[in-house]
């Protein structure tokens, strides 16, 4: 024999413990609002979601119960380092020396937006990446970011490789099949050169048909593409149990014109769960 009690409500949700991230920003993560039915499983989803921004070290909650029989929701979060800078040089017979520099800040200004910035530089080898994604445009969880790319590489003594191009991204949340699904939508523009051909590549290269030498260039590549993913991992890094699954569609040339058509499919799946002792 069941008899069911009052249900109780969320009256307030506090946030406590954010010195950088702005409360908006976790505050919209939350599945469980102000007013519903205080659900186990809503909290557990709003813990996930939070802890998967990645920006904090420790999620916990806690609650305070009303005279009504309602709750007052206590969530506190632990702020954790999240840029990075990084430097480093490396050698190879193609490259040579190569020094990098790294630059990420995965939560700029405390907004969740994130800035990604990689230079290499060497004799043979410089590399500029720029990389800005906005997470929530406009505060809707619609996803917007841009790339700029310039790469020059110079192969041995032949000829120097240039690499320039634009993508720009836009991403939503689904809520079918269910609330685990997003959808990015992708451009991308690109245009490769090659030149500062050697004298000695130029005599080898005579003698072979569609040679670098013999093709007009720059050569330009206008692609769009399409990713559908589900992640309901419990965590961006390390995951201990759930899956990821991942299709992306591309399309270059034909009505989006550029030198080079082509079509590719990729495909991604992986599974996460414990094995032996905490393996």
Known sequence: QVNEGVQAHVHKINIDG?????????????SIKPGAVFKRSLLLRSLRDVSYLNFFSNVVPNYDVLESGDIDLNIKVEEKPTGQISFGAGYSERDKVVGTLGLGIPNLFGTGQSLQLNVDFGKRRNT????????????????????????????????????RGVGLRLGKRLYWPDNY???????????????DFSDSYKLR???????????NWPQLTSSTSITIQRDDRNLPQFATKGSFVSWTGELAGGPLAGDWDYQKHVLEASKYLHTLWKL
């Open 18 to 30: 954010n010195t950088k991230t702005h409360e908006k920003v976790i505050r919209r993560e939350l």
């Open 128 to 163: 500029f990446q720029l990389s800005y994604t906005n997470p929530w445009f406009k505060d809707t969880p619609t996803s917007v970011g841009a790339d700029i790319y310039n790469v020059n590489r110079r192969w041995f003594n032949d000829f120097t490789e240039e690499t």
């Open 181 to 195: 699904f997003r959808i990015f939508l992708g451009y991308r523009f690109e245009s490769v050169r090659y030149f």
């Open 205 to 215: 290269a005579d003698s072979i048909p569609n040679s670098l030498t013999k093709i």
